[in-house]
Nanobody, 125 residues
Framework: QVQLVESGGGLVQTGGSLRLSCAASGRTFSSAAMGWFRQAPGKEREFVAALMWNGGSTIYADSVKGRVTISRDNAKTTVYLEMNSLKPEDTAVYYC??????????????????WGQGTQVTVSS
């Protein structure tokens, strides 16, 4: 079974930083597209960033561009989301997602086959 397990969330002040981790297991991810999404209560799930495992190409939402970096560690089969200059509007549950066979990236949640349980990020003003 494919498993995606997020960690690294927590409470941080405005302007602070966090690094979220997504540990992937259960299948090879060498052809995968990996995504980060976030969702606040009462709001739709929102795209944050995505990465192609093969070549490491990335895309970012305009709302986080310049403040967020998505990356992966091949040996650890882990995807990271490094977030800097955090704002209260970044407060949400952050989800890791994977499409295990992909030839490109997508910002749409329906593109992804597997999801983690989420990790809470709270940014206080």
């Amino acid at each position: 079974q494919v498993q995606l397990v997020e960690s690294g969330g927590g409470l941080v002040q405005t302007g602070g930083s966090l690094r979220l981790s997504c540990a992937a297991s259960g299948r090879t991810f060498s052809s995968a597209a990996m995504g980060w999404f976030r969702q606040a209560p009462g709001k739709e799930r929102e795209f944050v960033a995505a990465l192609m495992w093969n070549g490491g190409s990335t895309i970012y939402a305009d709302s986080v561009k310049g403040r967020v970096t998505i990356s992966r560690d091949n040996a650890k089969t882990t995807v990271y989301l490094e977030m800097n200059s955090l704002k209260p509007e970044d407060t949400a549950v952050y989800y890791c997602a994977a499409r295990t066979t992909a030839f490109g990236l997508s910002t749409h949640p329906g593109f992804y086959d597997f999801w983690g349980q989420g990790t809470q990020v709270t940014v206080s003003s």
